[in-house]
C-alpha cells in the first residue's frame, strides 16, 4: 500500500532504502563480471535505457548512487522515473535529441533561461524553433512538431506560463511538452500533475542548494525515460557519483530550504516595490501572473528581478557595491546572489529575445537565500544609494504562501 505523506516527510526519506542511514557513494569506474552471458544479458539490456541485470558492466552505463538520487527525485515530482545528467543543460540537450528522433521543429515559448535559448535559436542539433507566446502554441506547432518547451516560472523575470493550458494546446496534436521547473522545484509546482510529459531542472540550483554540485534531471514515465538513458550512454554526459550523493542529500532539505528562502523573498520584493531608485519589480505573486501563481503553484519562490533606475550603469553599480550579497550567476544557494542578466546569463540571446523576455539593461536578477532579510535589505539599500534615514524597517508581518495542506500530500512510492 502507498503511503501518502507530506513533501517534508516525502524529500527526506526517498530512495534512502538499505541498512545504511545515509546512503553509500559507489565511485567504481567498473564492475566485475563473473558470468560473461549474464554480463551480455546486463549490457543489452542497459544499451535500450533499462536497469542492469545483475552486474552495472561499467560507470557510463549505470551508477547505483547516482540511481539513488534519480529516484528520489522522480517520487518529488510524482514521476514513474527520471534520468540524471553532468549538466542541466546536457539534460536539455538529450531532451532535444531524443525530440529529433520523432521530428525536427521544436515550439519554445519565451523567456526561457539564455543557454536554452541559444541552443534552440542557434541550430547546433539541427532542429528547427519557432519561439511564441504561450497563447499561440497550437498555431505554431508544424506536422513535424516533436516538442513544446517551455519555463515557469521564466528565467530571469519570472513570468509564469500556464502548463495546462499549453498542454490542451498541444495535445490537440499529440505533441509532448516539457517544462524547465528549476525555479519552482517540485515542492511548489509539479507539472506532471498538468498533463506535461517531461519535468527538466538544473539541479545545480535549489536541489544542489549549496552551490557546489553541478548536475541536471528529468523526470517522465519508463518509456520516455530509456530513451533519455540511450541518449545519456551514448553521449557520456554522465552525472558523477559524488555529485549524485550530494544533490541526493540537498534534497532532504528543499522543503525547508524553500520555505525559508521564499519568506525572505517575499519581504524583499514587497520593500523593493516602494524604493526610489526601483522601475518594476517582478515576482510571481506580483502584476498580471498573481492568479496563475494562486492556481498552479504553492508559493512564489525564492527568486525576484528588479529594474533600477539608470540602466546598466546604475545595475553594476548595485552589483558592485553588494556586501552581504554575493554578485555573481546561477541561483537556488542558501546564500543570496544578484547578478545582470543582459550582460551574463542572458548575453547571447538575441535582441528579439531580450525583448520578449523583458530583459533591459537595468534589470538585475536576484536569488535569494535563506540569511535574516533585515541584513539583506540593508546591503540592498545601500547598494542602491539611498540612505536608510529615508526608509523605515518598522517590523511588519509577512505571512508565508506556502504551508503545506492536506492536498499537497505527495506519494512516496
Same mark, same amino acid.
Given at each position: 500500500?502507498?503511503?501518502?505523506?507530506?513533501?517534508?516527510?516525502?524529500?527526506?526519506?526517498?530512495?534512502?532504502?538499505?541498512?545504511?542511514?545515509?546512503?553509500?557513494?559507489?565511485?567504481?569506474?567498473?564492475?566485475?563480471?563473473?558470468?560473461?552471458?549474464?554480463?551480455?544479458?546486463?549490457?543489452?539490456?542497459?544499451?535500450?535505457?533499462?536497469?542492469?541485470?545483475?552486474?552495472?558492466?561499467?560507470?557510463?552505463?549505470?551508477?547505483?548512487?547516482?540511481?539513488?538520487?534519480?529516484?528520489?527525485?522522480?517520487?518529488?515530482?510524482?514521476?514513474?522515473?527520471?534520468?540524471?545528467?553532468?549538466?542541466?543543460?546536457?539534460?536539455?540537450?538529450?531532451?532535444?535529441?531524443?525530440?529529433?528522433?520523432?521530428?525536427?521543429?521544436?515550439?519554445?515559448?519565451?523567456?526561457?533561461?539564455?543557454?536554452?535559448?541559444?541552443?534552440?535559436?542557434?541550430?547546433?542539433?539541427?532542429?528547427?524553433?519557432?519561439?511564441?507566446?504561450?497563447?499561440?502554441?497550437?498555431?505554431?506547432?508544424?506536422?513535424?512538431?516533436?516538442?513544446?518547451?517551455?519555463?515557469?516560472?521564466?528565467?530571469?523575470?519570472?513570468?509564469?506560463?500556464?502548463?495546462?493550458?499549453?498542454?490542451?494546446?498541444?495535445?490537440?496534436?499529440?505533441?509532448?511538452?516539457?517544462?524547465?521547473?528549476?525555479?519552482?522545484?517540485?515542492?511548489?509546482?509539479?507539472?506532471?500533475?498538468?498533463?506535461?510529459?517531461?519535468?527538466?531542472?538544473?539541479?545545480?540550483?535549489?536541489?544542489?542548494?549549496?552551490?557546489?554540485?553541478?548536475?541536471? =534531471?528529468?523526470?517522465?514515465?519508463?518509456? *520516455? /525515460?530509456?530513451?533519455? @538513458?540511450?541518449?545519456?550512454?551514448? &553521449?557520456? $554526459? +554522465?552525472?558523477?557519483?559524488?555529485?549524485?550523493?550530494?544533490?541526493?542529500?540537498?534534497?532532504?532539505?528543499?522543503?525547508?530550504?524553500?520555505?525559508?528562502?521564499?519568506?525572505?523573498?517575499?519581504?524583499?520584493?514587497?520593500?523593493?516595490?516602494?524604493?526610489?531608485?526601483?522601475?518594476?519589480?517582478?515576482?510571481?505573486?506580483?502584476?498580471?501572473?498573481?492568479?496563475?501563481?494562486?492556481?498552479?503553484?504553492?508559493?512564489?519562490?525564492?527568486?525576484?528581478?528588479?529594474? =533600477?533606475?539608470?540602466?546598466?550603469?546604475? *545595475? /553594476?553599480?548595485?552589483? @558592485?557595491?553588494?556586501?552581504?550579497? &554575493?554578485? $555573481? +550567476?546561477?541561483?537556488?544557494?542558501?546564500?543570496?546572489?544578484?547578478?545582470?542578466?543582459?550582460?551574463?546569463?542572458?548575453?547571447?540571446?538575441?535582441?528579439?529575445?531580450?525583448?520578449?523576455?523583458?530583459?533591459?539593461?537595468?534589470?538585475?536578477?536576484?536569488?535569494?537565500?535563506?540569511?535574516?532579510?533585515?541584513?539583506?535589505?540593508?546591503?540592498?539599500?545601500?547598494?542602491?544609494?539611498?540612505?536608510?534615514?529615508?526608509?523605515?524597517?518598522?517590523?511588519?508581518?509577512?505571512?508565508?504562501?506556502?504551508?503545506?495542506?492536506?492536498?499537497?500530500?505527495?506519494?512516496?512510492?
Amino acid at each position: 500500500m502507498t503511503a501518502k505523506l507530506h513533501p517534508e516527510t516525502t524529500f527526506v526519506h526517498a530512495a534512502r532504502g538499505g541498512l545504511a542511514h545515509s546512503p553509500a557513494i559507489d565511485l567504481s569506474t567498473t564492475y566485475r563480471i563473473d558470468d560473461l552471458e549474464t554480463g551480455r544479458e546486463s549490457l543489452a539490456a542497459q544499451a535500450e535505457g533499462g536497469e542492469p541485470v545483475g552486474t552495472p558492466i561499467y560507470a557510463r552505463l549505470h551508477n547505483p548512487t547516482v540511481r539513488r538520487f534519480e529516484e528520489a527525485l522522480a517520487s518529488a515530482e510524482g514521476a514513474e522515473d527520471a534520468v540524471a545528467y553532468s549538466s542541466g543543460m546536457a539534460a536539455i540537450t538529450a531532451l532535444l535529441l531524443a525530440a529529433k528522433q520523432r521530428g525536427d521543429h521544436i515550439v519554445a515559448v519565451r523567456p526561457l533561461y539564455g543557454g536554452t535559448d541559444h541552443l534552440l535559436a542557434s541550430g547546433l542539433l539541427g532542429l528547427r524553433t519557432t519561439f511564441t507566446d504561450a497563447a499561440d502554441v497550437a498555431g505554431a506547432i508544424e506536422p513535424t512538431t516533436s516538442l513544446v518547451f517551455l519555463e515557469t516560472p521564466g528565467n530571469p523575470t519570472l513570468s509564469l506560463v500556464d502548463i495546462a493550458e499549453v498542454v490542451a494546446q498541444a495535445s490537440l496534436h499529440d505533441v509532448p511538452v516539457a517544462v524547465d521547473n528549476t525555479f519552482a522545484t517540485p515542492v511548489l509546482q509539479r507539472p506532471l500533475d498538468l498533463g506535461a510529459t517531461y519535468v527538466v531542472h538544473s539541479a545545480t540550483k535549489f536541489i544542489g542548494g549549496h552551490g557546489d554540485a553541478l548536475g541536471g =534531471v528529468i523526470a517522465t514515465d519508463k518509456s *520516455a /525515460a530509456k530513451s533519455l @538513458r540511450q541518449i545519456r550512454i551514448a &553521449t557520456g $554526459a +554522465v552525472m558523477h557519483p559524488i555529485g549524485g550523493y550530494m544533490l541526493h542529500r540537498g534534497l532532504q532539505t528543499l522543503p525547508l530550504r524553500i520555505k525559508a528562502a521564499q519568506r525572505n523573498a517575499q519581504k524583499l520584493a514587497n520593500l523593493l516595490q516602494s524604493h526610489p531608485e526601483i522601475e518594476q519589480v517582478f515576482y510571481p505573486s506580483m502584476g498580471q501572473d498573481a492568479m496563475l501563481c494562486a492556481r498552479q503553484m504553492k508559493g512564489p519562490g525564492a527568486v525576484l528581478a528588479f529594474e =533600477v533606475k539608470g540602466g546598466m550603469s546604475a *545595475a /553594476a553599480d548595485v552589483m @558592485r557595491k553588494v556586501k552581504v550579497i &554575493t554578485p $555573481a +550567476v546561477s541561483l537556488g544557494s542558501v546564500d543570496t546572489l544578484i547578478q545582470h542578466p543582459a550582460g551574463l546569463t542572458h548575453q547571447i540571446v538575441t535582441d528579439d529575445a531580450k525583448e520578449a523576455g523583458k530583459i533591459t539593461a537595468g534589470l538585475l536578477r536576484l536569488s535569494v537565500g535563506i540569511e535574516d532579510p533585515d541584513d539583506l535589505w540593508k546591503d540592498l539599500k545601500q547598494a542602491l544609494g539611498v540612505s536608510q534615514s529615508k526608509h523605515s524597517d518598522a517590523a511588519v508581518s509577512w505571512p508565508v504562501m506556502w504551508t503545506p495542506k492536506s492536498q499537497d500530500r505527495l506519494t512516496l512510492s
